[in-house]
Each structure stands twice: as C-alpha cells, then as structure tokens.
C-alpha cells in the first residue's frame, strides 16, 4: 500500500490532502485495503454508495448495458435516459430533468436556468442570486461564486458577479437581500460541509413564500442530503414545500458519475436548444444505474430503512455527548449526521481509520456520519464500539 502511495504522489496533481488508504475492493458496508484490511465504512464515498458494495443487484444493470450501448451523445435519444428521466420527474414532483456528470455541474446548469428565466421575463441580464454564508455547492466558478465559505474562493477571484449572501436559518437576513433583480434563492436543504445544519421550519417555508410572492426562483441543492438519505426521497419533503429547481447526484447513480438538475415546467420552459449542453450527460450508462438505483429503492423499502436504523443511530450518538465533555452536540437527519467537538477532529478520525471505521469531516470540528442506507442496528452498534475507542 505504501507503495501505491509513493507512486500516486508522483503522478497525481496534489488537490487532495488524502489519507493513507488504498481501498481495492468492498463488500456490504466495509471496505478493504490493498494489504486486506477491513474497516466499516460510514462515509459511503461522501453520501454516494447508497446499497454498500458489490451488489450483484446493481452490478447486473451495469454490465448488462455495457454489453448493450454506453454512449450516444445528445444528438439523439436513448432509452435509458427517458426511463430514468420519468422516474425522477416522479420523485421530485417537478416537470423536467436535464442530466449531467456531477454535482457541480448540476448546480451550474441550475445558476444558468434561473438567469435565463429572468433574462426571458425580463429582457435583461442584470439579475441577482442570494445565497448562504457556510453553503457548499461545488468547485467550479460558478459553483463557487455561490458557496458562501471564503477560504474556497480567494485565490480563485474574480467569480461570477450578481451573488450576495445571506445567513441560514435567518429569514430577515433573506429579506433584507430581496429586490427587483432577485433572480434566484439558492440553498441546500441540509447543509452538508459548513456542519450539517438542517433548515429550520419557519426558514424554508418562509423562503419559499419569498420566492412566489416575488416571482423568484427557488433552487435545493440537494446533491447529498437527497436520494433517501435523510428518511425522505428529498430532504424538501420533510417541509411540504417543493423548490423551482432541485440538484441531485452523489447517490442518484450510487458511484457511477451522474447528476441531474430537475425543474417545474415554468422555470423549466426557459431552457431553448442551445442554451446549454454536456457530452456525456445522461448517456445509456449512466442513466442504466438511476434506474436500477431507483428500482432497488422501492423494491427493498431502502425510506423505511433509513427511518427506523437512523433513529438508533441518533440515540446511539446522543449517548456520546451525554459521555464525553469534548462533545458538544449532534445535528442532522436520517442518514446525515454530525457530532460537534469543542477542538479538531482530524486526530479522531485517524484513530477511527487505525481501529477500523472510516468517518469524515465537516469543518475542523464536526465529525460526519453518512453511512450507507442500507446499514443495520447491528453496524451501528459496532461503529460505536470502534469510535469510543477510538475516542
């Protein structure tokens, strides 16, 4: 392992800080290094790999359309995609769907419809978004322009113009923003990397009311709390309300790399060929591992799942901070879950990876759960085990 390791650093352009783990193959909810170590995996790829490792289930869809067709373009159609499209359409409760590679892209191409809706209501193209201070929306420039973390975006200005941002779960702070060339309101319904902090009641319905009294644009980023991770198909679902334009990826292809963002059919009809485009989005492919994605959900009652183990996993952590006074508290919902330390957490999740149990981070002093859903109270109680000793 060591020496893949000397050899990565060679090769690859040093983005990542990683850590010195070379996984080679899963199985289930564990993971296995190059030496044949075993550990618990409670990171699921970063809220990807939502039905574990080496399902035969999901791997047939796979190979199966490997021997069928993998890529056409957007020239023309394929079936695959048109299956998976309906099937989101179906989830989402929205009109349209337009498939891309990731999740940032998704988020650039929601940016994009929402100006075009304004510019197409409008005639011009001096629209405004407000976004949330701590957000974390991807790592291109558009993307970025939106992520309300300033260490992700100094060495990377000038950004995208037209962004101003407002503080989470702080409906005045939103209304102070509001003017006539609001455009768009973007926000994830669960913020993933500035700490897991679920939108409150009043904030999210109070947005949503902002956006149709306004004519506004409402956009969820929902790339990781999405897709059944927190006891709901969408996080939004928890509100009753539904957003103009919802992101999606990360466990919407659960590894391979897909993403979508999926419209109602007002902001929707803005979109006009040659407005925007991807080469391999929604090839047969991809779109072969949403559909059998969203097949495994309903025939193996994943939602039902996620709500019955989740509610142990929150007890079993509660119990944590009640234990030690170096934790201050646990937030989330459903399968995406953190525990706020009063220092660092990187020296834990080291430990944790020594002992066994991969878990991440989100900021300095947050330690992220975000497990697989198809875990059992048996793998929680042997996360917890691993993690105190690891404590």
């Known amino acids: 392992m060591k020496n893949y390791i000397n050899e990565a650093d060679e090769v690859l352009m ?5 850590f010195p783990i070379v996984f080679d193959y899963g199985k289930g909810v564990n993971l296995y290094d190059t030496d ?7 990171a699921a790829g970063i809220a990807v790999f939502a039905f574990g490792y080496g399902n035969e289930e999901y791997n047939s869809a796979l190979k199966d359309q490997i021997d069928k067709i993998i890529h056409t373009s957007n ?9 998976a499209a309906k099937k989101i359409v179906k989830a989402t409760g929205l009109s349209r769907v337009f498939f891309t590679n990731s999740g940032t892209e998704a988020i650039e191409g929601a940016i994009k419809l929402a100006r075009k809706y304004y510019y197409e209501k409008n005639g011009t ?3 405004q978004i407000i976004a949330m201070n701590d957000s974390f929306h991807g790592r291109s420039i558009g993307a970025l322009s939106v992520t309300g973390q300033p260490k992700y975006q100094e060495a990377f200005k000038p950004l995208i113009g037209g962004v101003v941002f407002a503080q989470y779960n702080d409906l005045d702070s939103v209304k102070a923003l509001v003017n006539e060339k609001t455009s768009a309101i973007i926000l994830e319904t669960l913020q993933g990397e500035g700490g897991i ?3 409150t009641d009043e904030f999210i319905k ?5 956006c149709d009294d306004n004519d506004i644009v409402l956009i969820l980023d929902e790339i990781q709390c999405g897709m059944g991770r927190t006891g709901k198909m969408f996080a939004y679902e928890h509100y009753g309300i539904k957003p103009d334009i ?9 590894g ?7 419209a109602n059919e007002k902001v929707s009809a803005a979109m006009k060929p040659g407005d925007h485009g991807t080469t391999y989005g929604g090839n047969p492919f991809a779109c072969a591992a949403v559909n059998r994605v969203f097949e495994m959900f309903e025939k193996h009652d994943i939602l039902d799942n996620v709500c019955k183990v989740s509610a142990y996993l929150e007890e079993k952590l509660n119990e944590l901070v009640d234990e030690y006074d170096f934790i201050v508290e646990r937030r989330g919902k459903g399968f995406m879950q953190g525990l706020q330390f009063n220092k660092p957490v990187i020296d834990t999740i080291k430990k944790c990876h020594e002992n066994g149990l991969i878990v991440i981070s989100a900021g300095a002093n947050l330690m992220r759960f975000v497990p697989p859903l198809i875990i059992t109270k048996e793998d929680v109680d042997k996360m917890i085990e691993i993690l105190k000793k690891s404590l």
């Not at 044949?36 to 409670?42: A, N, P, S």
């Not at 391979?256 to 999926?262: H, I, L, Q, R, T």
Request: net charge positive; proline share 6%; with cysteine.
């Open 36 to 42: 044949g170590k075993e550990y618990l995996d409670f």
């Open 125 to 127: 193209n001096d629209s």
């Open 75 to 83: 020239l023309f159609y394929n079936v695959p995609a048109i299956e």
């Open 256 to 262: 391979v790399p897909v993403g979508a963002f999926v």
């Open 197 to 199: 902090h679920p939108a």
């Open 14 to 18: 040093q983005a990542y800080s990683r």
């Open 246 to 254: 919802v992101t999606v990826a990360k466990a919407l292809g659960c």
């Open 206 to 210: 109070g947005v949503r009311k902002i």
